[in-house]
């Protein structure tokens, strides 16, 4: 997380010089701070939803049905049972 943090800070330190002061920089080195953000930006959202993942080996619970299309297996293995 430190080196890519790092990579962020230089970047958008390079981008904000350039908005504010109109600091000259060359093509090659606008790309390379485009790359790096976007990069990085892409990375933060990855780590973000592996984050929101519950950790392996927990128990799933079931998820609340949305529609009643989805709750009809339910009710029809519940007449199954019933037949039992």
């Known amino acids: ?3 890519s943090n790092s990579y962020t800070q230089v970047a958008v330190a390079v981008t904000c010089s350039w908005l504010i002061f109109r600091n000259p920089i060359s093509a090659l080195n606008a790309v ?3 790359v790096t953000l976007v990069g990085c930006t892409f990375y ?3 780590r973000h939803m ?3 993942q519950p950790p ?3 128990p ?3 998820r609340t049905p949305r529609s ?3 709750l009809l ?5 519940k007449l199954d049972d019933d037949k039992v």
């Open 32 to 34: 390379g701070c485009s």
């Open 1 to 3: 997380m430190g080196v």
């Open 73 to 77: 297996p339910l009710v029809n293995d």
């Open 68 to 70: 009643l299309k989805e």
């Open 50 to 52: 592996l984050s929101q």
């Open 60 to 62: 799933r619970t079931p």
């Open 56 to 58: 392996p080996g927990t």
């Open 44 to 46: 933060g959202y990855v």
